[in-house]
Structure formats: C-alpha cells, structure tokens
C-alpha cells in the first residue's frame, strides 16, 4: 500500500464530489430533514396544548385546569379581548381550546347557580384540546365545592424499558427524529454517495487508468477514507444545526463511527456490484429501506419475528446504541449484543469486498 | 491467403527488446481472444497492431499493461513479468486508452497532478506536458468543456505523465478530425525521438503506414503477419500502373500479371505510353489478402 497514491486519490475524490451534484444532494437531502424534524417537534415529553379565555373578571378556571391536567398535557393559558378574536384563533388552530368566562363565574359556581361556561372547539380538535374540555365538568365541580363521587388515585406506569414509549419519554420526539436522520444520512452516504462515485469510476472507466500504477487496494482504502469523512463531517453539522447534544458523547461517537465503517463496507460491495448509474439508482434504494425502517421500528410493539428480524440490522442496533447515547442511561440493554451484530456486519462486509478483490486480481 | 500464423520476427536496427511476449492466449471460455501469440519489440521501435474488431487487438493490450490474466504463455516488458512482477512493470509503462476516461469535473491540470502524484512524477512535469499538448491556456478549465481534441491530448498528456519505456496507445485518434489527428501523431513521434517505444492498435491504415516501424496483422486472435510496412505491402500487396496512352485512354495494370505486364511492354514498344504512374499496394490491400475480408 502507498500511502501517497492513497491520498492522491482520495483528496481526487473528496475535490470531485464537491462538484458532484448527486453527491451533495445525497446529504444535504438528511441534512434538511433533520433540520425539519427539529422544527416540527418539541423536546417536550408530554404534548401541549394552548388555551384561550375570554374572562371579564378573575377567575381560578384555568389555574384550576392546568392543576387537573397536568399529569397528561403541558396547558398554556392565553387571554384574549373577546370572544371574536378567541374564535379567529381557534379556527386557526393557534389555540386547542377556548373558554368565555363570564362575569362572576367563581362566585356563581360557589352560591350554587349554574352560570354558562362557553368551550370553542375547532372542527378538529387536538388531543389537548379534547382533554381539556373533557376534564371542565369535573374542574367546575371541584370550584363549586362538589365532593367528587369517588376518590380517583391515578397510577401512570413508567414506560417499559427498550420499547419506543420509553425513549420517546426520556428524549422526547424531536431528539428522535433527528436520530432516525443522522441513520438516514449515514446510509445515504455509504449505500448512494459512495458506490456513485465508484459506480461512475467504473462506468467512465477512469478506475482502469488509476489501477495502472495503483492497486485495486488502494482504490478502495481512498473509496472508504472518502466515505468515512463524509459522515465524520455530516454528523456533526447534522447535531450542530438540531442543538441535540448527546448526554454519553462517548458512546454516541463510537456507535456513529462503527456504524460508518460497516455501511461504507456495504457501500463498497454495492458499488462494486454495479456497472452504471441507472443500476445504481434502482437498486440503492432498494438497498436503503431495509437499513433505514428497522431505525424507525426500533421499540415499537411489532411481532416477534419482525423484531428478530430488525434486531440482526446493523442501523437498527445503531439506533438502540444512539436512543441510550442521547438518553445518557441504558433505555435499551444488552448493548454488547448491538456491538457485536454492528462489529459481525463490518467484518462480512469487508470480507466479501477483500474476496472481490482478490477474485478480481485472479482474473 | 498466405500462411503467416506463428510468425516470430524479432526486432532489429533499434535498441535491445523491450517487450517480449511468448505464446501469449487469453481464452474467455470456448472463445480464442487472443490465440498463442509470440513477438517481440524493441526499444525505441513503433509497433502496430492491426486488425479488425474482436480480432484479439485490445485483449492483447490489457493482458501486456497487466489489465488482464494470460491463459497460458507469458509476457516481459524490460525483462519483468507482466504477471509476477506487475508492480515493477507498471510504473515503466502507460496507456491511452480508446475511450477518453477523463474526470470531466476536474480541470486539466487536476487530472495530470493527479496522475503525477500517483506516478510519483514532479509536479512541473504536469506544466511541461500541458506546454507540449498545447493545452496550456485551458490548464484551468474542467475538462468536460474540452473539444475532442482536446480531450485526446490531455489524454496523451496523461500516459507520458511518467515518461513511459514503453507507452501503449489503443485507437489513439478513433474519432477525430485529420487536424486533431495529425497533432496526436507528432505527439506520439515526439515520444518516440526521446528513446521510447510505441505500442498502438488503430484502425487507420494510412497512420499505421506513417508512424509505424512495423506493424502486426491480427486475425481471430491470431497474429498473420508482421513486417515492416513496405515489405509487407511488397511482399503482399498489389503492384499497379495508370497508363495514359496517346490516344488519350487510361488503363490500369496490374505488374504482377504476367498479361497485364505483356501489355504494357507492347505499348512501351510501340511508343504509345504518355504517362506511367505506378503504385505499390496498400496495407489494407495486405489485410485482406490476409484475412479475406476487408477492415
């Protein structure tokens, strides 16, 4: 091996793939999708709902509504001049649920009366939006003084742990999605990036005038080298532009940087594999859904062969290791087992590309 | 058609052979690519290889640039196996290949240090190449925006990056103008006055003809004859006269029928012949009448 031819060609590499198109698009296409899950979701744990009074005199009501809601849903209380502007909202969906309070309301509830109480619903209301108009009977009773029927103790089960609900509760949705596209990223990288740049190689014939002085090892080592910094380089932008910090950043790093390694090994073998770029844009994507969907099953209640069978996919292993990195504790256990399944891909992977190799000097 | 299979011609008034190629085969299952071939070059000697497609040209190539794994038989270039001993050969040697395998996004210049780097060649080697190819003022334009020709001489640019022993050139001016054509063969000749030698494998006669020290005829894999352009066309070509007589009517004689030749003594004799422009046959003439078809 020399190193210079080595680097020779990976910095040929690393110049051209800047003016590639394809290149650029296959990661900045995760790049804007983790972006976009940032902006969609929340870190919050618990969904939030917005609620919109109209009250001409001080009330408890919403005080009273976030205190009852608050083991389910984050309630945020806006007011507003009338009834006009709460309703405009609501139709918009800027606000999950509307209440007009009337003058007096506490103290008409605490004498007795039955003073009217207006809920504005949109014609599709939130879940938040729901719950807070199912819980107002109950809050009003309680004002008025009403001892409840019966003394309700409500249990709420912690999140079993290793299934999505337990990630979901400890990262929050947004912290998972960007998982799922660092994952997505990774695999764009290593299964369309890289075999379309060794498939044009191929194609345009330019490898055979490399390996009239280099050898086809060293081809592959500059190939690999290329693809590695790729995903060192895209990662860290991808956590830099969501702000998710990983709480085990050791963990974190290692488990991407394994993960790289092993689908660039597959990117090589897909790359070898094809003879031009049509064949390559076919069957890349048939090769990304089956390392991009076990990332997103990952802990979700599947049958159990599915689960057998997302569980021997190296992104699916990367997904568990990246949940615990992020989460800081073991939400999934057995990371040995993740290790190992990761480690055993790389070590077929690049199997299979030495035995290629070697075939391919033979002939 | 002659018997001229097995030939073993060995180089003469150039340096000591260069390329040594005994009993070479490639067999890709029952098919013969290329068929027991033995020949010899020596240094500073053009060498072309002729013939029509999928007579064995290109196989031949690849197997001698250490490309593709001889059957049987075996090749040395400057005393080295281009099997057992790939990595001593490779960097004494270079080839232009037939299709211009150029990165299209990188400039001419990036395309030659990249070579330059890999040949371990010093990087002013790349501005004196792009000087001798003319290309100096589009150094610094991609290549996909090159002419043809321009692509061509970049391309040759590249197989002398490592002032190659022996450069191998496989259809070196298929597809261009006669302009960009005659330039690629100063080029190739320039090579060869610094003491190098040539390997091409072209279809044009004409080029074989003019750069050519000798040439090889290949056939079913097969090499059917090899010689110095003229004596070939000598030894196998057509000799022919126009003769315009007095009486203003042209005929064409073949010398070597003993009635043609009958004919224009006659007209000799009787002092009836103007003009006499004779002609010596062609190396396509030689090709057919070696393998029966034309190329």
């Given at each position: 091996?020399?190193?210079?031819?080595?680097?020779?060609?990976?910095?040929?590499?690393?110049?051209?793939?800047?003016?590639?198109?394809?290149?650029?698009?296959?990661?900045?296409?995760?790049?804007?999708?983790?972006?976009?899950?940032?902006?969609?979701?929340?870190?919050?744990?618990?969904?939030?709902?917005?609620?919109?009074?109209?009250?001409?005199?001080?009330?408890?009501?919403?005080?009273?509504?976030?205190?009852?809601?608050?083991?389910?849903?984050?309630?945020?209380?806006?007011?507003?001049?009338?009834?006009?502007?709460?309703?405009?909202?609501?139709?918009?969906?800027?606000?999950?649920?509307?209440l007009v309070v009337p003058a007096g309301f506490d103290s008409a509830l605490k004498s007795g009366a039955s003073p009217k109480?207006?809920?504005?619903?949109?014609?599709?209301?939130?879940?938040?939006?729901?719950?807070?108009?199912?819980?107002?009977?109950?809050?009003?009773?309680?004002?008025?003084?009403?001892?409840?029927?019966?003394?309700?103790?409500?249990v709420t089960l912690p999140a079993t742990a290793g299934t999505a609900d337990s990630a979901l509760a400890a990262l929050g949705?947004?912290?998972?999605?960007?998982?799922?596209?660092?994952?997505?990223?990774?695999?764009?990288?290593?299964?369309?990036?890289?075999?379309?740049?060794?498939?044009?190689?191929?194609?345009?014939?330019?490898?055979?005038?490399?390996?009239?002085?280099?050898?086809?090892?060293?081809?592959?080592?500059?190939?690999?080298?290329?693809?590695?910094?790729?995903?060192?380089?895209?990662?860290?932008?991808?956590?830099?532009?969501?702000?998710?910090?990983?709480?085990?950043?050791?963990?974190?790093?290692?488990?991407?940087?394994?993960?790289?390694?092993?689908?660039?090994?597959?990117?090589?073998?897909?790359?070898?594999?094809?003879?031009?770029?049509?064949?390559?844009?076919?069957?890349?994507?048939?090769?990304?859904?089956?390392?991009?969907?076990?990332?997103?099953?990952?802990?979700?209640?599947?049958?159990?062969?599915?689960?057998?069978?997302?569980?021997?996919?190296?992104?699916?292993?990367?997904?568990?290791?990246?949940?615990?990195?992020?989460?800081?504790?073991?939400?999934?256990?057995?990371?040995?087992?993740?290790?190992?399944?990761?480690?055993?891909?790389?070590?077929?992977?690049?199997?299979?590309?030495?035995?290629?190799?070697?075939?391919?000097?033979?002939? | 058609?002659?018997?001229?299979?097995?030939?073993?011609?060995?180089?003469?008034?150039?340096?000591?052979?260069?390329?040594?190629?005994?009993?070479?085969?490639?067999?890709?299952?029952?098919?013969?690519?290329?068929?027991?071939?033995?020949?010899?070059?020596?240094?500073?000697?053009?060498?072309?290889?002729?013939?029509?497609?999928?007579?064995?040209?290109?196989?031949?190539?690849?197997?001698?640039?250490?490309?593709?794994?001889?059957?049987?038989?075996?090749?040395?270039?400057?005393?080295?196996?281009?099997?057992?001993?790939?990595?001593?050969?490779?960097?004494?040697?270079?080839?232009?290949?037939?299709?211009?395998?150029?990165?299209?996004?990188?400039?001419?210049?990036?395309?030659?240090?990249?070579?330059?780097?890999?040949?371990?060649?010093?990087?002013?080697?790349?501005?004196?190449?792009?000087?001798?190819?003319?290309?100096?003022?589009?150094?610094?334009?991609?290549?996909?925006?090159?002419?043809?020709?321009?692509?061509?001489?970049?391309?040759?640019?590249?197989?002398?990056?490592?002032?190659?022993?022996?450069?191998?050139?496989?259809?070196?001016?298929?597809?261009?103008?006669?302009?960009?054509?005659?330039?690629?063969?100063?080029?190739?000749?320039?090579?060869?006055?610094?003491?190098?030698?040539?390997?091409?494998?072209?279809?044009?006669?004409?080029?074989?003809?003019?750069?050519?020290?000798?040439?090889?005829?290949?056939?079913?894999?097969?090499?059917?004859?090899?010689?110095?352009?003229?004596?070939?066309?000598?030894?196998?070509?057509?000799?022919?006269?126009?003769?315009?007589?007095?009486?203003?009517?042209?005929?064409?004689?073949?010398?070597?029928?003993?009635?043609?030749?009958?004919?224009?003594?006659?007209?000799?004799?009787?002092?009836?012949?103007?003009?006499?422009?004779?002609?010596?046959?062609?190396?396509?003439?030689?090709?057919?009448?070696?393998?029966?078809?034309?190329?």
């Amino acid at each position: 091996m020399n190193l210079s031819r080595i680097t020779a060609i990976y910095r040929k590499d690393l110049r051209d793939a800047l003016r590639d198109s394809r290149i650029i698009i296959a990661v900045l296409m995760p790049l804007l999708i983790g972006l976009l899950y940032s902006f969609m979701f929340k870190d919050d744990t618990k969904p939030t709902a917005k609620l919109g009074v109209v009250a001409s005199a001080s009330t408890q009501l919403p005080a009273a509504l976030q205190a009852a809601t608050k083991a389910a849903l984050q309630l945020k209380v806006q007011s507003f001049a009338d009834q006009a502007a709460l309703t405009r909202q609501v139709r918009d969906k800027k606000v999950d649920v509307g209440l007009v309070v009337p003058a007096g309301f506490d103290s008409a509830l605490k004498s007795g009366a039955s003073p009217k109480l207006t809920v504005i619903l949109p014609a599709s209301p939130s879940f938040g939006g729901d719950y807070v108009a199912a819980v107002l009977d109950r809050v009003t009773q309680s004002l008025a003084g009403q001892v409840p029927a019966a003394t309700i103790a409500l249990v709420t089960l912690p999140a079993t742990a290793g299934t999505a609900d337990s990630a979901l509760a400890a990262l929050g949705a947004r912290k998972m999605f960007v998982l799922v596209a660092v994952i997505l990223m990774l695999a764009m990288i290593a299964v369309y990036a890289l075999p379309a740049v060794l498939t044009e190689e191929t194609e345009k014939r330019t490898v055979e005038a490399l390996t009239l002085i280099a050898s086809d090892a060293e081809v592959i080592v500059a190939k690999s080298l290329f693809g590695l910094t790729y995903c060192v380089i895209s990662v860290p932008l991808m956590l830099a532009i969501t702000r998710v910090v990983p709480e085990s950043l050791a963990l974190f790093v290692s488990a991407i940087v394994l993960t790289s390694v092993t689908l660039v090994g597959l990117g090589l073998l897909l790359g070898g594999l094809m003879r031009t770029q049509t064949q390559l844009n076919t069957w890349s994507t048939v090769a990304l859904l089956p390392l991009i969907v076990p990332a997103i099953v990952v802990g979700l209640p599947v049958p159990g062969w599915v689960e057998a069978v997302v569980s021997a996919i190296p992104t699916a292993q990367t997904m568990r290791l990246g949940v615990n990195a992020l989460a800081g504790r073991q939400l999934f256990g057995a990371e040995w087992l993740s290790w190992a399944i990761i480690l055993g891909w790389a070590v077929a992977a690049y199997g299979l590309v030495w035995w290629r190799l070697s075939r391919q000097e033979a002939a | 058609m002659p018997q001229a299979i097995g030939v073993r011609v060995s180089a003469h008034r150039f340096g000591p052979t260069i390329i040594e190629v005994d009993g070479l085969s490639k067999h890709y299952g029952d098919v013969r690519a290329v068929d027991d071939v033995s020949f010899s070059v020596a240094e500073g000697e053009i060498l072309g290889l002729l013939g029509p497609n999928g007579a064995g040209k290109t196989t031949t190539i690849r197997m001698l640039t250490g490309r593709a794994r001889p059957t049987s038989g075996r090749a040395l270039i400057a005393g080295h196996d281009v099997v057992h001993e790939r990595e001593r050969v490779k960097p004494l040697i270079n080839l232009v290949f037939e299709e211009q395998n150029l990165y299209e996004r990188q400039t001419g210049r990036e395309n030659l240090e990249l070579f330059a780097k890999l040949y371990g060649a010093p990087s002013a080697r790349v501005l004196e190449l792009l000087e001798r190819v003319g290309l100096t003022d589009a150094a610094s334009r991609k290549v996909r925006t090159y002419s043809s020709g321009m692509k061509q001489r970049l391309l040759i640019a590249r197989g002398l990056v490592n002032d190659p022993r022996v450069l191998f050139l496989d259809e070196p001016t298929k597809g261009l103008d006669p302009s960009s054509a005659r330039d690629v063969r100063g080029i190739i000749r320039d090579h060869v006055r610094d003491g190098a030698t040539v390997f091409l494998t072209t279809h044009y006669m004409e080029e074989a003809d003019e750069l050519c020290d000798r040439v090889a005829f290949l056939a079913a894999g097969k090499i059917v004859a090899l010689d110095t352009p003229r004596e070939l066309k000598l030894r196998y070509g057509e000799r022919t006269a126009d003769v315009l007589l007095r009486d203003r009517t042209e005929h064409e004689v073949r010398l070597d029928e003993g009635a043609d030749a009958a004919r224009l003594e006659a007209w000799m004799a009787a002092g009836e012949v103007l003009t006499v422009h004779s002609r010596e046959g062609t190396l396509e003439d030689v090709f057919v009448n070696l393998a029966g078809r034309p190329l």
